[in-house]
């Protein structure tokens, strides 16, 4: 039986013209596919060229993978009800790539240094038998031998459910979205009959079978939910659970983002200093995307995710994987490229060819859209970029 279910077409960003060589045919509603690029040396560069660098020197270490672009949530921010609502079209069942194609895909990027492979969605838990695409992935080995990181980044409102299961397929860690600890809140931001009691039963599932470090993120708006970060602190401290507020972005074209909703990481550290005093951990790992604080009473850490108004373009190290098989070299993207249809070529595209272009792919990679937000060099803004709950946060 399919891990997913049939629905009708959706269309999304274009595809980048990037090709020389012409396409295979492929089926879905991708009408006229484009192959990566071949590395110009050719494919023997591959085994010298060693672990990749991007344009700005950044390697590649983690690929993110969305697995559904349908969730359960309809949050403002993300996946707002007037532009996702019950008439639109969710991608049909032969556009997604099956667990086998992402499991190659995964098992290339990963001769190519990637060490970290998250499943995003959408909310990841819809796609049904999730977990057998898990233990594929957990079969496979990084570089240096030993098996990837895997993540998840859910709502939580299914976990409790599946948690045991994911656990023992190879799911090493779990972070989950809340945006309000407070019922009438939650259901407002989520947009959702659902309750966050289902949530907190999530979080405590995963926390149970050790499923960590256990990371919770709030997308905090100026005064939508602002109200709530003082209670979310207060629940998750003394937990062992990581509490990160996340600013308000431009993602997508349907959340209406305004500057004026976005609460500074700055402000909420001082609103969260005032009532529970704060003190910064040391230097953060490269490509680490949260700004680690602890409570100066040991009760636990708090963490800020500053695209915004502090962006950390400077070391980004991920790629984006769309649950129909387009690549996105950032989160802001307008473009993607299409690595479905060498997945599904009838005369079956090998790895190392596969890998030549990737590789070529991120060693021209420049993207850097929040450091360049607002300035004379910041991308046009009539490209209509993708949405979050297509690809991913």
């Given at each position: ?64 993978i969305s697995v559904t672009d349908r969730c ?154 602002d109200d709530q970060i003082l209670p979310l ?19 997508g074209a349907t959340n209406r983002w305004d ?135």
């Amino acid at each position: 039986m399919s891990e997913f279910s049939a629905r009708p077409p959706r269309r999304h960003a274009p595809i980048i013209p990037i090709a020389a060589s012409p396409a295979a045919p492929v089926p879905g509603n991708l009408a006229s596919p484009r192959l990566l690029p071949l590395p110009a040396p050719g494919e023997d560069a591959l085994a010298s060229a060693g672990q990749p660098l991007d344009a700005l020197a950044r390697p590649l270490r983690d690929l993110r993978i969305s697995v559904t672009d349908r969730c359960n949530f309809r949050c403002g921010y993300c996946m707002p009800r007037s532009a996702f609502g019950r008439d639109h079209a969710f991608l049909p069942h032969g556009d997604l790539l099956s667990f086998e194609e992402i499991t190659r895909a995964a098992r290339i990027f990963l001769s190519l240094g990637v060490r970290k492979l998250r499943l995003t969605g959408g909310e990841p838990l819809l796609r049904k038998d999730l977990e057998r695409l898990v233990g594929q992935l957990a079969a496979l080995r990084t570089l240096d031998g030993t098996p990837p990181d895997i993540t998840l980044t859910t709502n939580g409102t299914l976990l409790a459910r599946k948690a045991r299961a994911l656990k023992d397929a190879g799911l090493r860690r779990v972070t989950i979205s809340l945006d309000a600890l407070d019922e009438a809140r939650f259901r407002q931001m989520s947009d959702s009959g659902l309750s966050v009691e289902e949530v907190l039963a999530g979080i405590e599932a995963a926390r149970q079978l050790d499923l960590g470090p256990l990371k919770v993120n709030m997308v905090v708006q100026r005064g939508v939910n602002d109200d709530q970060i003082l209670p979310l602190a207060r629940h998750f401290r003394s937990t062992g659970i990581a509490l990160r507020f996340i600013e308000f972005m431009d993602v997508g074209a349907t959340n209406r983002w305004d500057m004026a909703h976005v609460l500074p990481s700055q402000e909420v550290r001082a609103r969260l200093h005032a009532a529970y005093p704060l003190q910064r951990i040391g230097s953060q790992p490269a490509g680490e995307t949260a700004e680690r604080w602890a409570y100066a009473d040991g009760q636990g850490e708090v963490a800020f995710i500053s695209s915004v108004t502090q962006a950390f373009c400077g070391d980004c190290n991920r790629i984006r994987l769309s649950t129909e098989g387009r690549l996105y070299t950032c989160l802001f993207a307008s473009q993607g490229h299409d690595l479905r249809s060498l997945l599904r070529q009838a005369s079956p595209e090998p790895d190392a060819r596969i890998a030549a272009r990737l590789l070529a792919l991120w060693q021209t990679r420049s993207d850097r859209y929040s450091q360049l937000r607002g300035t004379a060099q910041a991308p046009a803004s009539g490209a209509r970029r993708i949405e979050m709950s297509y690809i991913g946060g």
